[in-house]
């Protein structure tokens, strides 16, 4: 029976990136079951994970062979013709081979391959143990970490994250006899540096989580973020919720060991800023938790989280609520003079600010959406007006101190300042609140999985701040290249896509992209030449960002739609979701084959094709079956294509699978009378036009 034994390994290190922190140590984790597995060296990975704090980096594997298995090992040596002479004795080459392997040559054996019968050597030796692979595999795992830039310290050569003071690697009960980094294994551990700054001894590589909790080290992560969260909801209990956002609290996580929440609140004063740089002075710049009230809005407290159990932590609160007093009060000095000069009023600065080198200033940007969003608003069942004016102040707050100093807030800031600027004043209140809240949403979706523009002024915004974009970007020579994409075009492409799609739009793409390379027109380059974007290039650009949005969907599926080219998004959409339910009949294989090979059929016939087709020329039975039910299928789709019905299209089009198989089983189409052959062609052309109508099914055939 093989022997297991847990596997703790620990590197003890000075404080390491938070933002790196769990990449570095899933990394290293990676690497040393990557080392163990290359050698054969059986784990058991039920319970396996990697562990980490600021200042150490763990891998716990709960059982690991002790030894590898029997090594076989076979090595080719010359061919016969070439390894013995005339009469049958070794020639030098075999000599050689065999001294090299350590044995006599007759205790070679042979094998045979595609060039004929060779010599060769087989041996099995008894596996190593896994103490002794140890300091290998630690090596390879630390060499493939993803470290771009190591420190070195002392006088040493090589180089890491950060300086290593320990090195703890136990196989059940025994220190293993290795050194990494410089450092000699052994079994001391290290507590909090504050509260337990003293060694700490591992009795073995089970007991090693519960020996650092009691030296105040919570080493799983998953404890430590579990126990963070019950810290704040605690000091939050009864005066509203925390909001927990997820990316502070890993940031929280990989700078905390032992965490401990302070409530915390600031002066009600501050609350007339934007909750918005509020919430991120407190969550970007300090880690800090906000709290709302139960409506969502927020309230004068917070939550700051501790790497100490102070014994007196009204000291701790004062300097959490100290460090953030000086950043709320320039946030609401900038607010406050930004008020006093109005929204419409900043705009007169954005002609003065260049939007790129090629395209011109942001008043040209801004002039350019406005009247892309003036095109497309009628077609979203918005006031053509209303949406010329919120994108004409869309931009105006990129020239306020507050976004100057919270470039996250664009758009944020131009929602407050919209619903208190007197040039606004004139519009009814539901008018005034859908601009101020438009220019707010444009900028939706923000990130991957944020939502779309929620309202109607918002999407016409969304959409025409994309295309200009879009068609600017291409003009202008900025198209993505490998992992660059400067002008985030990638991300404009699909956050277009997805408001089309999300929204309900039905819009002609095509038309669109025109609408913006026209706004954009012709862009000179270094040379002087000038050139507009392609509205298929385009197109494609579009599309492929879609097949990602689309990553679920087989890719054939994607491929038959994408190649009919619907003029709008929403119509791909539709088709897309019909060609996932026909996929499923059990017709749908037998009739996408069929329609490929009528397609091969249609391709290899010179000229035009035929498209008269007289019932009178039928020959055969099964062919006059197929035109009937191909002219029954087309009368009853037609309706069902004009109301876009394409689910009910493909199930009507399944139902011609008994008669296309028939007809393809005992009629010969390419016949030597040329009226039959063409009259069946375009019976065959008709049922691939039907066939193909709402998507390329011939994709669906393997």
Same mark, same amino acid.
């Given at each position: 029976?093989?022997?297991?034994?847990?596997?703790?390994?620990?590197?003890?290190?000075?404080?390491?990136?938070?933002?790196?922190?769990?990449?570095?140590?899933?990394?290293?984790?990676?690497?040393?079951?990557?080392?163990?597995?290359?050698?054969?060296?059986?784990?058991?990975?039920?319970?396996?994970?990697?562990?980490?704090?600021?200042?150490?980096?763990?891998?716990?594997?709960?059982?690991?062979?002790?030894?590898? #298995?029997?090594?076989?090992?076979?090595?080719?040596?010359?061919?016969?013709?070439?390894?013995?002479?005339?009469?049958?004795?070794?020639?030098?080459?075999?000599?050689?081979?065999?001294?090299?392997?350590?044995?006599?040559?007759?205790?070679?054996?042979?094998?045979?391959?595609?060039?004929?019968?060779?010599?060769?050597?087989?041996?099995?030796?008894?596996?190593?143990?896994?103490?002794?692979?140890?300091?290998?595999?630690?090596?390879?795992?630390?060499?493939?970490?993803?470290? #771009?830039? #190591?420190?070195?310290?002392?006088?040493?050569?090589?180089?890491?994250?950060?300086p290593v003071h320990w090195l703890v690697v136990l196989l059940g009960k025994?220190?293993?006899?290795?050194?990494?980094?410089?450092?000699?294994?052994?079994?001391?551990?290290?507590?909090?540096?504050?509260?337990?700054?003293?060694?700490?001894?591992?009795?073995?590589?089970?007991?090693?989580?519960?020996?650092?909790?009691?030296?105040?080290?919570?080493?799983?992560? &998953?404890?430590?973020?579990?126990?963070?969260?019950?810290?704040?909801?605690?000091?939050?209990?009864?005066?509203?919720?925390?909001?927990?956002?997820?990316?502070?609290?890993?940031?929280?996580?990989?700078?905390?060991?032992?965490?401990?929440?302070?409530?915390?609140?600031?002066?009600?004063?501050?609350?007339?800023?934007?909750?918005?740089?509020?919430?991120?002075?407190?969550?970007?710049?300090?880690?800090?938790?906000?709290?709302?009230?139960?409506?969502?809005?927020?309230?004068?407290?917070?939550?700051?989280?501790?790497?100490?159990?102070?014994?007196?932590?009204?000291?701790?609160?004062?300097?959490?609520?100290?460090?953030?007093?000086?950043?709320?009060?320039?946030?609401?000095?900038?607010?406050?003079?930004?008020?006093?000069?109005?929204?419409?009023?900043?705009?007169?600065?954005?002609?003065?600010?260049?939007?790129?080198?090629?395209?011109?200033?942001?008043?040209?940007?801004?002039?350019?959406?406005?009247?892309?969003?003036?095109?497309?608003?009628?077609?979203?069942?918005?006031?053509?007006?209303?949406?010329?004016?919120?994108?004409?102040?869309?931009?105006?707050?990129?020239?306020?101190?507050?976004?100057?100093?919270?470039?996250?807030?664009?758009?944020?800031?131009?929602?407050?300042?919209?619903?208190? &600027?007197?040039?606004?004043?004139?519009?009814?209140?539901?008018?005034?609140?859908?601009?101020?809240?438009?220019?707010?949403?444009?900028?939706?979706?923000?990130?991957?999985?944020?939502?779309?523009?929620?309202?109607?002024?918002?999407?016409?915004?969304?959409?025409?701040?994309?295309?200009?974009?879009?068609?600017?970007?291409?003009?202008?020579?900025?198209?993505?290249?490998?992992?660059?994409?400067?002008?985030?075009?990638?991300?404009?492409?699909?956050?277009?896509?997805?408001?089309?799609?999300?929204?309900?739009?039905?819009?002609?793409?095509?038309?669109?992209?025109?609408?913006?390379?026209?706004?954009?027109?012709?862009?000179?380059?270094?040379?002087?030449?000038?050139?507009?974007? &392609?509205?298929?290039?385009?197109?494609?650009?579009?599309?492929?960002?879609?097949?990602?949005?689309?990553?679920?969907? #087989?890719?054939?599926?994607?491929?038959?739609?994408?190649?009919?080219?619907?003029?709008?998004?929403?119509?791909?959409?539709?088709?897309?979701?019909?060609?996932?339910?026909?996929?499923?009949?059990?017709?749908?294989?037998?009739?996408?084959?069929?329609?490929?090979?009528?397609?091969?059929?249609?391709?290899?016939?010179?000229?035009?094709?035929?498209?008269?087709?007289?019932?009178?020329?039928?020959?055969?039975?099964?062919?006059?079956?197929?035109?009937?039910?191909?002219?029954?299928?087309?009368?009853?789709?037609?309706?069902?294509?004009?109301?876009?019905?394409?689910?009910?299209?493909?199930?009507?089009?399944?139902?011609?699978?008994?008669?296309?198989?028939?007809?393809?089983?005992?009629?010969?189409?390419?016949?030597?009378?040329?009226?039959?052959?063409?009259?069946?062609?375009?019976?065959?052309?008709?049922?691939?036009?039907?066939?193909?109508?709402?998507a390329a099914i011939e994709h669906l055939s393997l």
């Amino acid at each position: 029976m093989m022997n297991m034994q847990p596997l703790l390994i620990e590197l003890g290190t000075e404080e390491l990136p938070v933002k790196a922190l769990s990449g570095l140590a899933q990394a290293f984790f990676d690497g040393v079951l990557a080392g163990l597995d290359k050698r054969g060296i059986a784990v058991e990975r039920d319970g396996a994970r990697p562990l980490y704090t600021p200042r150490r980096l763990g891998v716990l594997l709960p059982r690991v062979a002790t030894m590898q #298995p029997e090594q076989s090992s076979e090595v080719l040596g010359p061919y016969v013709n070439i390894a013995l002479d005339a009469n049958g004795e070794p020639t030098r080459a075999l000599q050689g081979f065999a001294q090299k392997a350590g044995v006599e040559w007759t205790a070679l054996e042979k094998t045979t391959d595609g060039k004929g019968e060779r010599f060769v050597h087989r041996a099995v030796k008894p596996g190593a143990g896994t103490a002794s692979l140890l300091g290998e595999v630690l090596a390879e795992a630390v060499a493939a970490m993803p470290i #771009p830039k #190591p420190m070195r310290w002392g006088a040493r050569e090589y180089g890491f994250a950060r300086p290593v003071h320990w090195l703890v690697v136990l196989l059940g009960k025994d220190v293993v006899d290795v050194q990494l980094l410089g450092v000699k294994a052994d079994r001391m551990s290290r507590g909090h540096r504050f509260m337990h700054d003293k060694p700490v001894w591992i009795q073995d590589a089970d007991a090693y989580i519960d020996a650092l909790r009691a030296a105040c080290v919570l080493v799983d992560p &998953d404890e430590r973020r579990t126990r963070i969260t019950a810290e704040v909801e605690t000091a939050v209990a009864g005066n509203g919720r925390a909001h927990i956002d997820a990316g502070v609290l890993e940031e929280v996580n990989g700078l905390t060991e032992w965490p401990r929440a302070i409530a915390c609140s600031f002066e009600p004063q501050f609350l007339a800023v934007p909750q918005e740089a509020l919430i991120a002075t407190m969550q970007d710049n300090q880690k800090f938790f906000p709290v709302l009230s139960a409506e969502g809005r927020l309230t004068e407290r917070f939550v700051g989280i501790a790497n100490i159990e102070s014994k007196d932590p009204a000291e701790v609160r004062k300097g959490y609520e100290r460090v953030i007093r000086p950043r709320f009060a320039d946030a609401k000095f900038f607010f406050v003079e930004d008020m006093k000069q109005g929204l419409a009023a900043m705009g007169a600065g954005l002609a003065s600010v260049t939007y790129q080198a090629r395209l011109g200033t942001v008043a040209d940007k801004v002039a350019r959406v406005a009247k892309l969003a003036q095109a497309i608003a009628p077609q979203a069942g918005v006031d053509p007006a209303l949406a010329h004016q919120a994108a004409m102040l869309g931009k105006n707050d990129l020239q306020s101190r507050l976004v100057n100093e919270f470039p996250e807030l664009q758009g944020i800031a131009g929602r407050y300042y919209a619903m208190a &600027d007197d040039a606004l004043q004139g519009l009814a209140y539901d008018a005034r609140t859908g601009v101020a809240a438009a220019i707010d949403e444009a900028y939706m979706p923000r990130f991957a999985g944020d939502a779309i523009a929620p309202s109607a002024l918002g999407r016409v915004l969304a959409i025409a701040e994309r295309l200009d974009t879009l068609a600017g970007g291409f003009a202008a020579g900025l198209k993505p290249t490998g992992n660059k994409d400067a002008f985030a075009l990638r991300r404009n492409a699909l956050g277009l896509a997805r408001t089309i799609v999300e929204s309900g739009l039905d819009l002609d793409l095509d038309a669109l992209l025109a609408q913006a390379r026209d706004g954009v027109g012709e862009v000179k380059n270094d040379k002087g030449v000038g050139a507009a974007a &392609d509205v298929g290039e385009l197109r494609e650009f579009v599309l492929d960002r879609l097949r990602g949005y689309y990553a679920d969907v #087989p890719p054939q599926q994607f491929t038959a739609v994408a190649e009919l080219r619907p003029a709008s998004l929403l119509d791909f959409d539709h088709r897309l979701k019909a060609i996932g339910e026909f996929a499923k009949l059990p017709e749908a294989p037998a009739l996408a084959a069929a329609n490929k090979r009528i397609r091969n059929i249609l391709r290899k016939v010179e000229g035009a094709l035929p498209t008269a087709i007289d019932p009178a020329r039928f020959s055969e039975d099964a062919e006059r079956a197929l035109g009937q039910a191909v002219d029954a299928a087309v009368a009853d789709t037609d309706p069902l294509l004009a109301r876009r019905d394409y689910v009910a299209v493909l199930a009507r089009l399944a139902a011609l699978r008994p008669q296309v198989d028939a007809f393809f089983d005992g009629v010969m189409v390419n016949v030597d009378d040329a009226a039959v052959r063409d009259n069946r062609l375009a019976l065959l052309k008709r049922l691939s036009d039907r066939l193909g109508s709402v998507a390329a099914i011939e994709h669906l055939s393997l």
